[in-house]
C-alpha cells in the first residue's frame, strides 16, 4: 500500500469519528450552521480524496451524503430518520475504508441501496427550500472523474456548488492535518449561511479537490497551496518513532541520575554547572516528549455519542450524554487501554442503568436519563467518572446472584455492606440483567473492565443507589513510563514506592511521642486521632525474622479509600525512575508493579501500592469474607462499624464502637489510686476514674493494666479491661437480648459471639453527674427526636444526647417520626439519618417541610454515611440545618448547640 | 573413533558450545543462544520470586533476570561461594542471565560424539538436556535453552497468592 493511501485512510477514519460525534451534536441543535459547517467540509475531503484515489465507491457514497447534509445546509429540518441514514452511510464507509486497509484495494458491492436513500431524502422536500441549489447548472468543467449511476445529472453542478460555497476557502490552508480548528479563521460564516449552495461559478473548483490529497503526501508538499506551506503547524508523526524517543529520552534520564551520583560523592565543582545544565536540559526534554504523548481524553470518548445515540433508539430510552472534561490530557498507552472500558461502561449505563421513559416518570424522574462523563486532574492522577441517573444497582439482586453462584456463602452475604455487594459485578460472569440483550446482559464486560484498569495501575469504586443512579469513578496514573519514586530501604535492599500513593511520612521510635503499637500482634499506629493499620515491607515480603521492628518511617499511603502505612528502615529521597517492566517469570507477583534503575546503577523493585492495599484487606479480612474486600472507613456503610473488641471478665470477648474510644493505654498497675473505695488514676495531669468493664473483672495490683480511655470535653474515664485483642471492622447485625444495662446486646464479630457494651451505662458510674449532663443546668429542657433505624445508632447516641442536656425521644422510621411530631409538641430539633429503608431523612424532611408551620420552621440536623455534593445540595434546598457524619459525635453535638444558638436568637 | 562409520555422514555438521560448569559437571549451551558472558554483580533479590531467580542486575542499562543453574537443576548450594560467571540468553524479547559456577571454552562438536539423554537421568536434567556428548574423559550434558527459562510464572504465584 503507497504512502499516499495510508495517509488517506487515517486521515478519513478521524474526519469520520469526527462527523460521528458532530452529526449527533448537530441533531440536537440543528440550528448551529457551525456544526454542519464542519461536517460538510469533513464529508467533502473524503468525497474529493477519494475521487483523487480512483476510489468510486467510497466516493459516490460520500457524494450522496454530501448531498443530503447540503440539503441540510439548504434548510431541510434534520431528522432523525435522516441523521440515521447518514450514520449508517458513514458506517458503510468505514466498513469499506476497513477492508481497503486490509486489502488496499476497494472492494466489490454495490451501495445502491444507501445512495438511493439518501438520493430519495434529499430529494424528498427539495422543492420547498428555498434555494434549490442543484437546478442551476453553470457550465463547468468535470472536477472529478468517476462512474455515476445514470440518471444523476445534477451531480456535478451539486459538486460545483459546493466546492464554490465553503468550499476553496476552507481546503486550502487544511491539507495536512486533521484538525478542524486550522481551519483557516477567515471563512466569514455568516456570508455562508447566507447562500447557502449559491451556484455562483467556481473559480478553480479541480484543485482545491486535489489540494489536501497531494499536500499530504510527503512528496507534494504543498506544491499548490503557496498558502499552505507557512500555515502548517502540526506534522504528523509515527508512534513507533516517538515510542523510540521516549525510551531514548528514558535511558538518558538514567543517565543523568548516574552522573548526578558520581558528582554527589566527588568534590570537583568544575562540572557541577554543566551537569546541571544537562539536568535541565534533560527534564525539559523528558517534559516535552511527555507531551507529545498526551492526548485529550476526549480521543476516547469520541464514539460514544454516536453509541449512546444508537442505543437509545435501539432501547426505545430517551439518553442524553453529558461530557465534561474532554480536554484533560493523558498518556496515549493509558488512553488506548481504558477506551474499550469506558465505551463498555457507557453502554452498560444505558442498556441496564437508565430505564425507559414511561418508568422513569412512575419513579418521579424527568424522561430523559443523564449519562454523565466527566475527566479531571487530581494529583499526578486523572479521575474519571461515569455517572447515570438511572435505576441503581440492585443490590439484593446482586446478593441473590453471588449466593446462587457460590461466590459467596449466604453468611458471608449478609456480612457484607452495599459496596462491598456492588464490587461483585466485576466478577467474571455476573450478570442480574433479566434479560439478555445485543446491548449487555451477558455476563462478560465488567471484569474485563476492571482487569485492564487494573493493569496500568489504576483504580475503579462502585458507588451506587438505588432509584438515584450509579457513578463509577476510575482513578489512574497519567503516565505509566515514568513516575516519581520515594526510595526507601528496607531489610538489606532498597524499593521503589510511587509517590502518587504516598500521603506523608511518619518517623517512628520507641522513645519519641510517634510509636508503632500492637494490638494482638498487628501494628499499628496513632496518627492524628486514628489509628492507622501498619505493614512492615519485609513482612510482606517474606523477608521478616519475626522480631518486631518499632523503629524506622511509616510511608503513610492511600489506595482507593483504604489508607494504611507501611514500615520501612530508612528513607533516602525522591526519584524520578523510569518504570521497567517485570520480567515474565516474576510477574506474578503482586506486590511489584516493576522495577528501574537508580542513579548509583542498582536495580531496585517498585513496590505495587495496590498490591500492598490487597494485602492488607486479605490479612484484616483473613478467613472471614473469602472475597476481595476493603477495609472501608467507618462512614462509608452505615451499618458497618469499627469495633475495638477486648477481653473483659471470664474470658468473655466484648467490644464498644471504636469510634467512642479517645485512646488505649497500658498503664502500671501500681499507678492506680484508690479515693474513698473508688479506683483513680493520674492522667495527663487530672485524676481520671477508672471503672471495670465487668464485675468480674478485678484492676491489678502489679504489672500493667489495660484501658480503655473515654473522653467528653474535660472529662475522661478509664474503662478496665484484661485484654485488648482487636480491632475489627464488620457488618453489625446486634441482637438486643441483653437485659443488663451494661450491654446492649451481644453480635457475632470474627465468628466468636461479643458482648456489645453500653457505654452510657458505665459513664455514670465514673461520674455520678455524667449523664445528666453538666451543662444541663445551662440550657433549657429542650426535646430532641432522634430518627434512626439501626437500634445500635439509636442507642450509641442517646447517652450522647442526653449528656448533652436533652430529653430524647428516639424513633426508627420516617413514619414514627411524623407520628411522634403530631404528637409531641415539645419537640424542639429532629436529628434525622439520612439512609433509612423505605422513607429516606430526606423524605422525612420534605414531610415536614410541607406539614404545618411548626414543624416546617423546626431545625433539623442530618447524619449521614457520605457526606456527598447533591447530598449538600438537597440539604440545604430543605433548609435542614447541618449535615454531620454519622460517627462524628462531636460534630453532632457543635451543630446542636449551633441550632439552640440560633433559636434562642429567634426567640430573644 | 569407533563410530567412525557415522562420521562420515556428518562429517560437515559441527555446532559449536559454549561449555559453563556447576560443580564437576559440565554443561554445553548452544553458541547461537548465548549473547553474554559476564561477572554477575549488584544482584537485587526479589523477594517472593521463584527459587531458580537469584535477583535482578543491570547489564548495561537492562534489567535482566538472572536465574541460577545450580538451582534450576536441583542441585544443593556450592559449598565455596566462588566467583560465579553469568550467561546472557535471550527468549521472547527479555534478557535472563544464567548464574554458573564458571565458564570454559568454547567447543566445536560433531554429531559423531552426541548420544541421546541417558534414560536413568533424574527427571528434571532430561527434560533441560538435548543430549550427552563424549569427550576426551568427561561428558558433556548439552542443555536446551528454551527448557530451561521455561519455569515460575504464573503456576507458582497461584499458589504463593
Same mark, same amino acid.
Given at each position: ?115 438511493? +436513500? ?9 422543492? %420547498? =427550500? !428555498? #434555494? $434549490? &441549489? /442543484?437546478?442551476?447548472? *453553470? @457550465? ?45 479563521? +477567515? ?9 447557502? %449552495? =449559491? !451556484? #455562483? $461559478? &467556481? /473559480?478553480?473548483?479541480? *484543485? @482545491? ?700 | ?161
Amino acid at each position: 500500500m503507497d504512502d499516499l493511501l495510508r495517509e488517506f485512510l487515517t486521515e478519513s477514519s478521524e474526519h469520520l469519528d469526527t462527523v460521528d460525534t458532530e452529526l449527533v451534536r448537530f441533531e440536537q441543535d440543528p440550528n448551529n450552521q457551525q456544526i454542519l459547517r464542519n461536517i460538510f467540509r469533513l464529508v467533502h475531503t473524503i468525497k474529493g480524496t477519494c475521487g483523487f484515489l480512483g476510489l468510486p465507491r467510497l466516493e459516490a457514497l460520500a457524494h450522496a451524503a454530501e448531498t443530503l447534509m447540503g440539503r441540510f445546509r439548504d434548510g431541510l429540518p434534520a431528522t432523525a430518520a435522516s441523521v440515521t441514514l447518514i450514520l449508517s452511510t458513514l458506517d458503510r464507509l468505514k466498513a469499506i475504508l476497513a477492508d481497503l486497509e486490509a486489502t488496499g484495494t476497494e472492494p466489490a458491492g454495490s451501495d445502491e441501496d444507501l445512495i438511493g +436513500a439518501l438520493d430519495k431524502m434529499s430529494e424528498g422536500t427539495v422543492e %420547498a =427550500a !428555498p #434555494a $434549490p &441549489a /442543484p437546478v442551476a447548472p *453553470p @457550465p463547468l468543467p468535470d472536477p472529478v472523474v468517476r462512474e455515476l449511476k445514470p440518471g444523476e445529472v445534477s451531480l456535478d453542478d451539486l459538486e460545483a456548488a459546493f466546492l464554490a460555497a465553503p468550499g476553496p476557502d476552507e481546503f486550502a490552508p487544511e491539507p495536512v492535518l486533521a484538525e478542524p480548528a486550522f481551519a483557516k479563521p +477567515a471563512v466569514a460564516p455568516p456570508a455562508v449561511a447566507e447562500r447557502p %449552495a =449559491a !451556484p #455562483a $461559478p &467556481a /473559480p478553480e473548483p479541480a *484543485p @482545491p479537490v486535489a489540494a489536501p490529497a497531494k499536500a499530504a503526501t510527503p512528496e507534494a508538499p504543498a506544491a499548490e497551496g503557496e498558502a499552505a506551506v507557512s500555515k502548517v503547524q502540526t506534522i504528523r508523526v509515527n508512534v513507533d518513532t516517538l515510542e523510540h524517543l521516549m525510551t531514548m529520552v528514558s535511558e538518558l534520564v538514567l543517565t543523568r541520575n548516574q552522573l548526578l551520583e558520581i558528582a554527589r560523592r566527588h568534590d570537583d565543582t568544575s562540572y557541577k554547572v554543566p551537569l546541571q545544565r544537562l539536568s535541565h536540559v534533560t527534564a525539559e526534554l523528558q517534559e516535552g516528549v511527555m507531551k507529545t504523548r498526551m492526548q485529550p481524553i476526549g480521543n476516547a470518548w469520541q464514539k460514544l455519542p454516536r453509541v449512546v445515540r444508537d442505543l437509545s433508539s435501539e432501547l426505545g430510552k430517551q439518553i442524553d450524554l453529558v461530557m465534561q472534561g474532554a480536554e484533560t490530557e493523558l498518556d496515549r498507552q493509558v488512553l488506548e487501554v481504558i477506551k474499550d472500558p469506558l465505551t463498555h461502561m457507557v453502554r452498560n449505563s444505558a442498556d441496564h442503568g437508565i430505564e425507559g421513559a414511561a418508568e422513569r416518570k412512575a419513579a418521579g424522574k424527568p424522561a430523559r436519563g443523564t449519562i454523565r462523563l466527566a475527566a479531571y486532574h487530581e494529583g499526578g492522577t486523572i479521575t474519571i467518572e461515569i455517572s447515570d441517573d438511572g435505576k441503581g444497582l440492585d443490590l439484593s439482586a446482586i446478593r441473590r446472584k453471588a449466593v446462587e453462584r457460590g461466590v459467596a456463602s449466604q453468611a458471608d452475604i449478609e456480612k457484607m455492606t452495599d459496596a462491598q455487594v456492588a464490587k461483585f459485578i466485576f466478577h467474571a460472569g455476573f450478570s442480574t440483567a433479566k434479560a439478555v440483550t445485543s446491548v449487555s446482559g451477558r455476563g462478560v464486560g465488567m471484569d474485563v473492565v476492571k482487569t485492564n484498569i487494573e493493569t496500568i495501575g489504576g483504580v475503579i469504586d462502585i458507588n451506587t443507589q438505588l432509584g438515584r443512579g450509579t457513578t463509577f469513578t476510575i482513578k489512574i496514573p497519567l503516565t505509566l513510563a515514568i513516575v516519581a519514586a520515594l526510595i526507601v530501604k528496607a531489610g538489606e535492599n532498597r524499593f521503589a514506592v510511587p509517590q502518587v500513593a504516598v500521603l506523608e511520612l511518619v518517623r517512628v521510635d520507641k522513645s519519641t511521642g510517634q510509636r508503632v503499637e500492637r494490638i494482638n500482634g498487628s501494628p499499628v499506629l496513632r496518627l492524628r486521632e486514628r489509628l492507622l493499620p501498619i505493614v512492615t515491607l519485609t513482612g510482606l515480603l517474606g523477608q521478616s525474622d519475626g522480631a518486631e521492628v518499632d523503629t524506622g518511617f511509616v510511608v503513610v499511603a492511600q489506595v482507593g479509600r483504604q489508607r494504611f502505612g507501611i514500615l520501612v528502615d530508612e528513607v533516602f529521597h525522591t526519584e524520578e525512575i523510569v518504570v521497567k517492566p517485570m520480567s515474565s517469570k516474576l510477574r506474578h507477583i503482586p506486590l511489584f508493579a516493576g522495577n528501574t534503575i537508580l542513579g548509583d546503577g542498582a536495580v531496585v523493585l517498585i513496590v505495587d501500592p495496590n498490591g500492598v492495599a490487597r494485602q492488607v484487606s486479605q490479612s484484616a479480612q483473613a478467613g472471614s469474607i473469602p472475597v476481595e474486600s476493603e477495609v472501608e472507613e467507618t462512614e462509608a456503610g452505615d451499618a458497618k462499624a469499627t469495633l475495638l473488641v477486648f477481653k473483659g471478665g471470664n474470658s468473655t470477648f466484648k467490644a464498644v464502637p471504636l469510634s467512642l474510644v479517645t485512646r488505649l493505654e497500658e498503664i502500671d498497675a501500681s499507678k492506680v489510686e484508690w479515693l474513698g473505695g473508688r479506683p483513680l488514676i493520674q492522667y495527663r495531669g487530672r485524676l481520671m476514674p477508672l471503672v471495670p468493664a465487668d464485675e468480674a473483672i478485678t484492676i491489678r495490683s502489679e504489672g500493667t493494666q489495660a484501658l480503655v480511655v473515654f473522653s467528653d470535653g474535660e472529662r475522661a474515664m478509664g474503662l478496665v479491661v484484661d485484654e485488648i485483642v482487636d480491632i475489627v471492622e464488620e457488618r453489625l447485625d446486634i441482637e438486643i437480648t441483653a437485659e443488663r444495662s451494661d450491654l446492649i446486646g451481644s453480635a457475632v464479630l470474627r465468628g466468636r459471639a461479643t458482648d456489645i457494651i453500653n457505654i452510657a451505662h458505665f459513664l455514670p458510674l465514673a461520674y455520678d453527674d455524667w449523664a445528666r449532663g453538666p451543662k444541663k443546668a445551662e440550657k433549657r429542657g429542650s426535646t430532641l427526636l432522634l430518627v434512626d433505624d439501626s437500634a445500635f445508632f439509636r442507642d450509641m447516641l442517646t447517652p450522647v444526647l442526653k449528656a448533652a442536656g436533652y430529653a430524647v425521644v428516639s424513633v426508627e422510621s420516617a413514619e414514627q417520626a411524623l407520628a411522634a411530631l403530631q404528637a409531641n409538641a415539645r419537640i424542639d430539633v429532629v436529628v434525622t439519618d439520612l439512609e433509612m429503608p423505605g422513607r429516606s431523612g430526606f423524605d422525612l424532611v420534605a414531610a415536614m417541610r410541607g406539614a404545618d408551620q411548626r414543624l416546617a420552621g423546626l431545625p433539623v440536623i442530618a447524619l449521614t454515611g457520605s457526606v456527598g455534593a447533591d447530598a449538600v445540595e438537597r440539604a440545604r434546598s430543605l433548609a435542614i440545618s447541618d449535615l454531620v457524619a454519622k460517627f462524628d459525635r462531636s460534630g453532632l453535638i457543635a451543630a446542636l448547640a449551633e441550632v439552640d444558638a440560633v433559636t434562642l436568637a429567634q426567640a430573644a | 573413533m569407533m563410530q567412525a562409520a557415522n562420521t562420515n555422514a556428518d562429517a560437515g555438521a559441527t555446532t559449536e558450545f559454549v561449555t559453563v560448569f556447576v560443580g564437576e559437571t559440565m554443561f554445553g549451551l548452544a553458541i547461537n543462544r548465548v549473547h553474554d558472558v559476564f561477572i554477575p554483580a549488584g544482584v537485587t533479590p526479589v523477594p517472593l520470586s521463584p527459587p531458580e531467580i537469584v535477583g535482578l542486575l543491570n547489564l548495561r542499562g537492562r534489567v535482566v533476570t538472572a536465574l541460577c543453574l545450580r538451582r534450576r537443576l536441583g542441585l544443593p548450594p556450592a559449598e565455596t561461594e566462588g566467583n560465579k560467571m553469568a550467561i546472557g540468553l535471550e527468549q521472547g524479547g527479555e534478557t535472563f542471565a544464567l548464574v554458573v559456577d564458571g565458564v570454559g571454552e568454547v567447543l566445536k562438536l560433531g554429531a559423531d560424539t552426541h548420544e541421546s539423554v541417558p534414560i536413568n537421568l533424574d527427571a528434571r536434567w532430561r527434560d533441560l538436556a538435548l543430549g550427552v556428548h563424549r569427550l576426551d574423559g568427561r561428558l558433556l550434558v548439552i542443555l536446551d535453552v528454551d527448557a530451561l527459562l521455561a519455569f515460575g510464572g504464573e503456576r507458582r504465584g497461584s499458589v504463593a497468592a
